[in-house]
């Protein structure tokens, strides 16, 4: 009942499952308490549920696609939920669901740590197409001991008429109803398959016991072996998945690997504009040539869903920072040849400080950029007059990120990158450049 808050779906297939068990014992063996406790249960997870829904979306059961965030900012999401009436599901989505998620081989194997990770994505094979494609894994892929013990289970289920059992597995397979007629593609939903695999498979294990020794160590063997994949399996994707962005991770992976391999690493490639971008994890470098045919390293990037996520910036490159000190006036931190970024610092309150004049001058600092056929503007931001911040400007048009921030808050920010390079204002003093740590290692993998 309690399910039924935290995930709907899992948890109604659940309560309807031991609904109807409660009820079937009402009926065959008069037990009215127990039996109407269970269902009473299984009622109040669904009226609260229903309640809590009311009162956020305006129905007790329905989800409005048309008014969520996301779809409101993003034309194409919102055209493809009006053509599914305004839903996230549909049976249209089963072909590329269901074979996806029972396929064995949505996982690849590779020589850089964690030597698992995500396989090609999901192929769309229904009607109308899928809203979004993740990396995802499948069940026989990343829950094999629990998909064999399964099958072990529901035979012996069938074949003793513990119907019971079966009834309870069937309110596992409800429970997954949703996560293959919904129209996105993602690792999470996999947790939604476990009720329907847990039933049977417990069963299985209490009452299957192979008659030989022989045979007792095989299916001990297999289950030791299917259950050391799952646990590999799953530490992997969990790793990708938490630490993929993280310049730390891919530094970690190719010295690992340097240790054990020889050169060439696998996995970098020069960056190349306006080229598709590869499979997740895959990391590029961006070079240029300097003086003396000297290459210089303007950043590091990996894919990640069909674009390129920042690891490192060479500063000066897409990217510039320094300190940066507001006075009550506007001034120029930054300009192109086609555009100009502005701080306006408005004065605030004067209240008592720590600096050498005894007094601090509060107020606001706003960022503009303009000169641009889309002009910005940040929203204010509070600091104290003629005390210096750190400041960082990002322009880089590889990831699609115009951005201001001071002392690490973000101050401006839009994916429209203006043309016509990047230097830093009089006022801006400049940190030493950061040379790329990263950046070097890869070089030196190649």
Request: proline residues 6%.
């Amino acid at each position: 009942a309690a399910t039924i808050l935290t995930r709907a779906s899992v948890g109604m297939g659940i309560g309807i499952a031991v609904g109807v068990l409660a009820l079937h014992r009402l009926w065959s063996q008069r037990q009215g308490r127990e039996a109407w406790t269970i269902i009473a249960g299984c009622i109040g997870g669904v009226v609260v549920h229903c309640g809590v829904n009311l009162a956020r979306f305006g129905s007790l059961l329905g989800l409005p696609a048309e008014r969520q965030v996301l779809s409101l900012q993003n034309p194409g999401r919102a055209a493809w939920f009006a053509g599914n009436d305004n839903s996230f599901f549909s049976l249209r989505f089963l072909p590329t669901t269901i074979v996806h998620y029972l396929r064995p081989d949505t996982l690849a194997v590779e020589r850089l740590l964690p030597f698992i990770r995500f396989g090609d994505p999901a192929v769309d094979r229904g009607s109308y197409p899928v809203e979004t494609i993740t990396p995802a894994s499948s069940i026989t892929a990343s829950a094999t001991v629990l998909v064999l013990a399964a099958s072990i289970g529901l035979v012996l289920i069938v074949r003793a008429r513990a119907w019971s059992w079966l009834v309870l597995m069937l309110g596992g397979c409800i429970a997954a109803v949703p996560t293959f007629t919904i129209g996105f593609i993602a690792n999470r939903y996999l947790a939604d398959m476990l009720p329907m695999l847990i039933v049977p498979a417990a069963f299985g294990f209490a009452h299957w016991a192979p008659t030989s020794r022989a045979m007792r160590v095989l299916v001990s063997g297999a289950v030791v072996v299917a259950t050391g994949w799952g646990l590999a399996v799953n530490v992997a994707l969990a790793t990708w998945t938490q630490n993929l962005k993280e310049p730390g991770f891919t530094e970690f992976r190719y010295r690992v690997d340097g240790w054990v391999f020889d050169d060439p690493a696998p996995g970098i490639i020069d960056h190349a504009p306006g080229a598709t971008t590869p499979r997740d994890g895959i990391v590029t470098i961006v070079r240029t040539v300097g003086v003396g045919d000297e290459t210089l390293c303007e950043g590091v990037y990996i894919a990640e869903q069909g674009r390129w996520v920042p690891l490192e910036r060479s500063d000066g490159a897409r990217q510039i920072s320094g300190t940066w000190t507001p006075t009550a006036d506007e001034s120029i931190v930054a300009a192109g040849d086609t555009w100009t970024l502005t701080a306006t610092t408005s004065a605030g309150t004067t209240s008592t400080g720590t600096t050498s004049a005894g007094t601090t001058s509060t107020g606001t600092t706003q960022f503009s950029l303009s000169g641009v056929d889309q002009p910005v503007t940040g929203e204010p931001i509070p600091v104290d007059i003629d005390d210096a911040v750190a400041l960082r400007i990002v322009a880089d048009e590889i990831n699609a990120e115009f951005s201001v921030w001071v002392d690490d808050r973000l101050a401006l920010f839009s994916f429209f990158v203006p043309p016509g390079g990047l230097q830093p204002g009089a006022d801006l003093r400049r940190t030493p450049p950061y040379d790329g740590d990263l950046c070097r290692l890869l070089e030196d993998r190649r």
